[in-house]
């Protein structure tokens, strides 16, 4: 079976600071992993995926994230937030039957200035 | 290009009624999920379809059903509401066989009282 758990469900920066949002995952399969990010009233919108190759996976704004398999982590980073970067974001693990997405609880990101 | 557009946006029901609920996918596009997304927590899969048949299900009662049309436009429906059903409900439209890209409506949120 398939899990995801995040790690802090509320994570603060400042603008201009690192930005890192902890992913674990758990698959009886090869994992294809994500990291989606929804602002208010709206729906999910991907950020990055890793499926199969690099490790370092880049995405759209300038997040990225780091396949772990020793550490079963995916975790999402941004070397300097910015404002508009405050949102829900969720981990998700595809299913073994590959039908269904399976997200985390969600990280809620502030950025102050 | 067209994206994932729901309706209604909001939504008020009752304890016992039955609730239909719509999603328009995007251009090209032929699977459609929906999700549930209660109150601080992630999106949970409800079901998926493909060819306008259901080809995979989480664990949610019998009682959530839906419909694929030629157009692969979608309908959710949820008989005997109970309270937990007030959610959320996310719509996504994919390509059969790249279901990890999934593109998202802003969803209908369903209060039941």
């Known amino acids: 079976a398939q899990s995801v758990t995040q790690l802090g469900s509320h994570v603060s920066v400042s603008e201009g600071a690192l930005v890192l949002l902890r992913c674990n995952y758990s698959?009886?399969?090869?994992?294809?992993l994500f990291w989606y990010v929804q602002y208010p009233n709206q729906g999910l919108q991907l950020l990055l995926k890793?499926?199969?190759?690099?490790?370092l996976v880049k995405g759209i704004n300038g997040f990225e994230a780091e396949f772990k398999k020793s550490e079963t982590s995916f975790h999402l980073t941004k070397p300097s937030a910015h404002m508009s970067d405050a949102a829900e974001y969720f981990c998700?693990?595809?299913?073994?039957?590959?039908?269904?997405?399976?997200f985390g609880k969600g990280t809620t990101l502030s950025v102050s200035s | 290009e067209t994206g994932v557009t729901q309706s209604p946006t909001h939504l008020i029901k009752t304890r016992g009624q039955q609730v239909t609920l719509r999603c328009s996918s995007q251009?090209?596009?032929?699977?459609v999920s929906w999700y549930q997304q209660a109150l601080g927590q992630g999106p949970q899969f409800i079901f998926q379809?493909?060819?306008?048949?259901?080809?995979g299900r989480g664990n949610f009662p019998p009682r959530f059903s839906g419909l694929q049309f030629p157009n692969y436009s979608s309908e959710l429906n949820v008989n005997a509401l109970e309270l937990d059903d007030s959610a959320l409900y996310l719509c996504?439209?994919?390509?059969?066989?790249?279901?990890?890209?999934?593109?998202f409506g802003s969803g209908t949120q369903l209060s039941v009282l």
């Open positions: 996504a439209s994919s390509v059969q066989g790249n279901n990890e890209k999934l593109f």
């Open positions: 698959s009886s399969v090869p994992p294809y």
């Open positions: 890793y499926t199969t190759g690099a490790t």
């Open positions: 998700a693990v595809r299913a073994s039957d590959r039908t269904a997405l399976i």
């Open positions: 251009s090209g596009h032929n699977t």
């Open positions: 379809y493909y060819r306008e048949e259901e080809n």
